[in-house]
């Protein structure tokens, strides 16, 4: 049968007229209804593991705006969490874990086989969404790069230079690559998990890439991709994986050839038409508009639309944010930006 979703034709290299849509975080803060399901939870995790509460949240903005794509509602900590990692969130200051520095950190994980049980709930919710979900959308599952996710873990929290995954990385390597190994396969399972519960795509979120250089991107953001891509290419070849080696700069280059990503995302300090010649030439992409646009929208907004738009016309493109739409944005701009993104030019 020939594919409808627009999502999925451009994943397959299809150039269209009106690119598909979607936004990272677009189940939010910045919309009331999240807040009020979220409340209902009691707490971020609680919404997390109730697939009833988790599918509605991810249900909510393509009722309220049309979009061509649904991402899973879950966090790429919860794979730590599964690991045996305590998580809590801190209200206003963002994720809390216990830290891996030491061997015996490391021992007390569980095996990469061992997190399914914990994350059944989230298996469920994609269960229930492939269910729910209007039959032109697609459903995206996704998971951190090991990389990003091994970042918190050792700082137990979100750190702006990624200092303490540095250290440990260039002062014990072994007990490092250990890490980032278990974190690795431990991805790879819950990535197939997904699929077999109804995931169509799956995107793999490396929002700290930008630290590494030079050797240490090709070793700790190129390479687990690389091996996460093959693993489930070789289960489910007909699955499209997008990568996001955000702040990757020029190594942005080449990364979809060398991993076997079908689409890069871009971010936000990415040059449209330079990518459009340098990275789209080898496929689609994904991207990259500033969130702050959400938030004062306007004449700015709508001419930003159709640059990217322009930009990207000459090949496969998925219109989405450079980074996720932030709590303050006006869902009103949101609107804004389809009804440009989808007006005939
Ligand atoms: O995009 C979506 O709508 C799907 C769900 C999703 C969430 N987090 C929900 C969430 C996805 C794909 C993520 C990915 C994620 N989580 C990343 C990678 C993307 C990125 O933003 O760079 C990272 C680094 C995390 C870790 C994380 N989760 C942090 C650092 C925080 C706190 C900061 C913040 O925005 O509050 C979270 C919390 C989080 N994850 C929220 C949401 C909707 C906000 C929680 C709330 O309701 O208070």
Same mark, same amino acid.
């Given at each position: 049968?020939?594919?409808?979703?627009?999502?999925?034709?451009?994943?397959?290299?299809?150039?269209?007229?009106?690119?598909?849509?979607? #936004?990272?975080?677009?189940?939010?803060?910045? *919309?009331?209804?999240?807040?009020?399901?979220?409340?209902?939870?009691?707490?971020?995790?609680?919404?997390?593991?109730?697939?009833?509460?988790?599918?509605?949240?991810?249900?909510?903005?393509?009722?309220?705006?049309?979009?061509?794509?649904?991402?899973?509602?879950?966090?790429?900590?919860?794979?730590?969490?599964?690991?045996?990692?305590?998580?809590?969130?801190?209200?206003?200051?963002?994720?809390?874990?216990?830290?891996?520095?030491?061997?015996?950190?490391?021992?007390?994980?569980?095996?990469?086989?061992?997190?399914?049980?914990?994350?059944?709930?989230?298996?469920?919710?994609?269960?229930?969404?492939?269910?729910?979900?209007?039959?032109?959308?697609?459903?995206?599952?996704?998971?951190?790069?090991?990389?990003?996710?091994?970042?918190? #873990?050792?700082?137990?929290?979100?750190?702006?230079?990624?200092?303490?995954?540095?250290?440990?990385?260039?002062?014990?390597?072994?007990?490092?690559?250990? *890490?980032?190994?278990?974190?690795?396969?431990?991805?790879?399972?819950?990535?197939?998990?997904?699929?077999?519960?109804?995931?169509?795509?799956?995107?793999?979120?490396?929002?700290?890439?930008?630290?590494?250089?030079?050797?240490?991107?090709?070793?700790?953001?190129?390479?687990?991709?690389?091996?996460?891509?093959?693993?489930?290419?070789?289960?489910?070849?007909?699955?499209?994986?997008?990568?996001?080696?955000?702040?990757?700069?020029?190594?942005?280059?080449?990364?979809?050839?060398?991993?076997?990503?079908?689409?890069?995302?871009?971010?936000?300090?990415?040059?449209?038409?330079?990518?459009?010649?340098?990275?789209?030439?080898?496929?689609?992409?994904?991207?990259?508009?500033?969130?702050?646009?959400?938030?004062?929208?306007?004449?700015?907004?709508?001419?930003?639309?159709?640059?990217?738009?322009?930009?990207?016309?000459?090949?496969?493109?998925?219109?989405?944010?450079?980074?996720?739409?932030?709590?303050?944005?006006?869902?009103?701009?949101?609107?804004? #930006?389809?009804?440009?993104?989808?007006?005939?030019?």
């Amino acid at each position: 049968m020939a594919e409808t979703k627009k999502l999925m034709r451009a994943l397959r290299g299809e150039t269209q007229a009106i690119p598909p849509a979607w #936004m990272m975080r677009q189940a939010g803060r910045y *919309l009331p209804e999240y807040r009020a399901t979220r409340a209902q939870a009691g707490d971020f995790l609680s919404l997390c593991y109730t697939p009833d509460l988790a599918t509605e949240v991810t249900l909510q903005p393509i009722r309220r705006y049309g979009f061509d794509a649904s991402i899973l509602f879950a966090d790429i900590l919860l794979v730590p969490h599964a690991l045996g990692a305590d998580l809590t969130f801190v209200q206003g200051e963002g994720p809390r874990l216990s830290t891996v520095t030491q061997q015996a950190d490391f021992d007390a994980l569980k095996g990469p086989d061992d997190i399914h049980d914990h994350l059944a709930p989230v298996y469920q919710t994609v269960r229930n969404l492939s269910a729910a979900l209007p039959s032109d959308v697609a459903l995206i599952g996704f998971a951190g790069a090991p990389w990003t996710v091994a970042t918190y #873990m050792i700082a137990g929290q979100g750190t702006p230079d990624q200092a303490p995954a540095h250290a440990l990385k260039d002062g014990n390597t072994a007990l490092f690559d250990a *890490l980032m190994d278990r974190i690795t396969e431990a991805t790879i399972g819950y990535l197939k998990q997904q699929v077999a519960a109804g995931a169509e795509v799956l995107m793999l979120f490396d929002s700290w890439a930008g630290s590494l250089k030079g050797a240490d991107f090709a070793a700790y953001a190129l390479e687990p991709a690389r091996r996460i891509i093959a693993a489930l290419k070789a289960a489910h070849p007909e699955v499209p994986v997008i990568a996001f080696p955000r702040e990757g700069g020029d190594s942005v280059i080449g990364f979809a050839r060398a991993t076997g990503a079908d689409c890069i995302a871009l971010d936000y300090s990415v040059d449209a038409d330079w990518a459009a010649e340098n990275v789209q030439c080898d496929g689609c992409v994904m991207g990259n508009m500033d969130p702050r646009h959400m938030v004062t929208g306007g004449q700015p907004l709508i001419d930003e639309v159709r640059r990217i738009r322009q930009a990207f016309s000459g090949g496969p493109h998925i219109f989405n944010l450079g980074h996720g739409i932030t709590p303050d944005a006006n869902p009103d701009n949101v609107t804004l #930006m389809l009804e440009t993104l989808r007006e005939h030019s």
